[in-house]
């Protein structure tokens, strides 16, 4: 059975920390892995990635890949309060448009 | 680029009674537009497919009938709860894609309460 594993499942750091987020995944015929954050309403996009150890950057955000391992980290520096979301990982199995989606982490970011 | 909205973004019924949603793709054709259903402090969880001009194909334990999902155009999908009960009463998820690209791009989400 396909399936996503994220940890922690929830976090709490102060303003100015790193954090990161991870992301095992064990899916059919692999394709790529998606990063959502997901506040008050519906999951908005961070990243996809399909190739093993090249880093994806925006802003203080990045991930990346390792498909020899089956996982994905998602790094944030420097967290401000607007950080504060659940962070969903989804891995897209081959032949499929599904999405496999984790559990998510609950990050919080105090001032 | 790549926006989606629904309609409505809040909706409160009476048991027993029918729900409509629309999920629109408003600057892209969606190939697939995927419907989602998210109970608190829980994941998404997925519960039908849908492809334009073809039936959609529902997960396992999706009553069909009770999920009725219309995908009419590439740029609009449909769902309509039946008989609504007050367990139904969920945040409702549609996300779009398209070229089967695997990025799907989600609609704001609409909160069904059954009362």
């Known amino acids: 059975e396909d399936k996503v594993v994220q940890s922690p499942l929830s976090l709490v750091v102060h303003e100015g920390d790193t954090v990161t987020l991870n992301c095992s995944y064990e899916?059919?015929?692999?394709?790529?892995l998606l990063w959502y954050k997901q506040e008050k309403k519906a999951p908005t996009f961070l990243f996809m990635l399909?190739?093993?150890?090249i880093e994806k950057k925006s802003g203080r955000l990045s991930s990346i890949l390792d498909k020899k391992e089956l996982f994905s980290i998602l790094n944030i520096t420097a967290t401000q309060t607007g950080d504060s979301a659940i962070y969903l990982c989804a891995a897209a199995p081959g032949g499929s448009e599904k999405l496999v989606f984790g559990k998510g982490t609950k990050l919080t970011v105090n001032p | 680029g790549a926006v989606v909205s629904q309609h409505p973004s809040w909706v409160i019924c009476k048991s027993g009674t029918s729900v409509k949603i629309e999920c629109r793709s408003l600057d892209f054709q969606a190939t697939t537009m995927f419907w989602y259903r998210q109970f608190p402090k829980q994941s998404l969880m997925l519960m039908a497919t849908s492809n334009e001009g073809s039936k959609a194909t529902y997960e396992q334990g999706v009553e069909k009938d009770k999920f009725l999902i219309n995908h009419a155009s590439l740029t609009l999908s449909t769902l309509t709860v039946t008989s609504a009960h007050p367990e139904d009463s969920s945040f409702y998820i549609c996300?779009?894609?398209?070229?089967?690209?695997?990025?799907?791009?989600f609609g704001p989400g609409t909160r069904l309460t059954v009362t």
């Open positions: 899916v059919t015929n692999f394709r790529s």
């Open positions: 399909t190739s093993s150890g």
């Open positions: 996300s779009a894609a398209w070229d089967r690209n695997y990025e799907q791009y």
